[in-house]
């Protein structure tokens, strides 16, 4: 096989400071893809005052997807946490795992965000966690993570142990909060952000607009620091994807808002401000797409200045908005900053929660998060269907109806995105970028040249990437061996800010089958600033599926 040099620019133009260490890594975060063929849709109905209705069946049930009914061919009911048998004899099939009859596991994730957490307040709120694991069955489980802004650290896998959840939670408490920093530096308001729910667009269109407005508006300090948080328990879900029965995500957060605007950095013609999709979008898609339901967490708590609907009712905040006071659209640009922020979070917390079909856990109802999401977990139905996958990153509605009950609510999900292969795999790099490891096989060798100076305080760097063909698929195409892989390279700098991932076709080919140990390479450069810079390089191979990895540290030397 003949090694060929195939030049690009690759600009990677980033203002980094040293890359961190990567301190207590999950190396195993992105090693796998997931392949979603079931959509489950969790089911709760209650009458008009918020009572639970049981004993429905599968007929009772209408599911439309996009606007299109959609038969439901898997079916369980959930009561008091045991499966039940449907008593109709032509029924869907039960729900892959659940045995009519026996209890069905609930597995409760809990993801604290210290990086914008107060210590106060979140010790609070673990002290709460930990004295409600007594209302969780005895074939359930927990697992705690955290994020400091920089590292997910796993401080317990999934157990049913108290002893261990105990020493995970006293773990926890010593952790540092980082949320006072985040407190006094909030950017001051101009421009109202757009925070109404317009109809979501693809994840993938979501992250391309991301992208547009950093690298032309320079995205406030504010939101760069939310949507990093945002990325981290979106990584930190898939990671924990796979247990078997229901699966619950506690997201303790606090300022997890929509950013005001500086109106000198908003263009009116080209671009929009941030939304609340636009923002917490990726997570949302992604606990559709793996079956998770959210119950985020409002770690502050109530604000004598901002009311909203009152804790303890038999299902809290189902029909969430925003407080009263300040009315559905608030003029937002004439609102304080506390009770702009309140508002925002509110809205933003009730956002996550919606989407997924769990509860916002709103002021004082923090206080009873873990009961509360183990109650609302105890009784719903279990509805199931596989729908066509055209891997095209299109976001599909789910609507569930009751079938001439109208004195009937429902709660549920209410979407499911169709993840294509080439986004999901962007998606597992950028999160071996921010947690450390990489993604897929380590087979991938890449050196560096010696740095050149450029323009200003940037220097350019010569990159070889090393393509072990042992790994790759060739397939005979004429009289050539050839195959299109694409490759993706994506920097991190000290603060958590991240390149573009973007995805370049790499042609692979030569006149023979490749001999074993034989590589191809390919050259590239990359602009970046002269301070250190943490690099993952990827390489996907479509055809087989398969993802090659490489991640190093790099300096001005």
Do not use: C
């Amino acid at each position: 096989m003949v090694r060929l040099q195939s030049p690009f620019l690759f600009a990677l133009i980033l203002a980094a400071l040293p890359a961190a260490a990567q301190e207590s890594p999950l190396p195993e975060l992105f090693s796998d893809t997931i392949d979603v063929r079931v959509v489950n849709v969790e089911v709760v109905v209650t009458d008009r005052k918020g009572n639970r209705v049981q004993g429905l069946d599968a007929a009772d049930f209408e599911l439309r997807v996009d606007g299109e009914s959609v038969p439901v061919e898997y079916f369980t009911e959930i009561d008091g946490g045991i499966a039940r048998a449907s008593g109709q004899a032509d029924a869907p099939g039960a729900v892959s795992s659940l045995v009519p009859g026996e209890p069905v596991r609930t597995n409760y994730l809990v993801f604290i965000d210290e990086y914008f957490a107060v210590r106060r307040d979140r010790d609070r709120v673990l002290a709460r966690l930990e004295q409600d694991l007594i209302k969780l069955g005895a074939n359930d489980r927990v697992a705690l993570v955290a994020f400091d802004g920089q590292n997910v650290s796993e401080l317990t896998d999934w157990t049913d142990s108290r002893d261990v959840l105990r020493d995970a939670f006293d773990e926890a408490h010593k952790r540092d909060a980082l949320g006072m920093m985040r407190i006094v530096d909030i950017e001051p308001a101009v421009v109202e952000p757009a925070l109404a729910d317009r109809p979501s667009p693809a994840l993938v269109r979501s992250r391309a607009g991301i992208r547009r407005a950093m690298s032309t508006l320079h995205l406030n300090k504010r939101e760069r620091e939310i949507q990093r948080s945002v990325l981290a328990a979106t990584a930190t879900l898939r990671s924990y994807a796979d247990p078997p029965g229901r699966k619950v995500m506690l997201v303790l957060a606090d300022g997890w808002g929509v950013p005001r605007w500086n109106r000198d950095n908003f263009d009116p013609v080209d671009w929009r401000p941030p939304s609340i999709e636009s923002i917490y979008g990726p997570l949302v898609h992604a606990a559709n797409l793996v079956g998770y339901t959210l119950y985020p967490v409002d770690l502050p708590g109530f604000d004598p200045a901002f009311t909203n609907a009152p804790s303890g009712t038999s299902d809290p905040s189902a029909t969430y908005t925003p407080s009263p006071s300040l009315g559905l659209e608030p003029n937002l640009s004439a609102l304080p900053t506390d009770l702009y922020s309140e508002w925002s979070q509110e809205a933003s917390l009730g956002y996550l929660a919606r989407e997924t079909g769990g509860l916002p856990m709103i002021n004082s109802s923090r206080d009873i998060a873990l009961a509360e999401a183990a109650t609302d977990t105890r009784s719903y139905y279990w509805l199931g269907f596989e729908p066509p996958r055209n891997e095209d990153d299109t976001l599909h509605d789910i609507e569930v109806r009751l079938v001439g009950r109208p004195d009937l609510r429902v709660r549920s999900r209410r979407s499911y995105l169709d993840l294509s292969k080439s986004t999901e795999v962007t998606m597992m790099v950028e999160g071996s970028l921010l947690f450390g490891g990489v993604a897929g096989k380590e087979t991938l060798t890449v050196e560096f040249g010696a740095p050149q100076s450029t323009r200003g305080r940037k220097i350019l760097v010569p990159m070889k990437v090393f393509i072990p063909l042992d790994d790759i698929t060739l397939l005979p195409m004429g009289n050539l061996w050839m195959n299109e892989v694409e490759l993706r390279v994506s920097v991190i700098n000290e603060s958590g800010d991240r390149s573009e991932t973007p995805v370049e076709t790499v042609r692979i080919s030569g006149p023979a089958e490749p001999e074993p140990g034989q590589h191809w390479w390919y050259t590239t450069e990359l602009v970046l600033r002269k301070r250190e810079h943490r690099i993952v390089v990827a390489v996907h191979d479509p055809v087989s599926g398969t993802i090659l990895s490489a991640s190093e540290t790099i300096g001005p030397r």
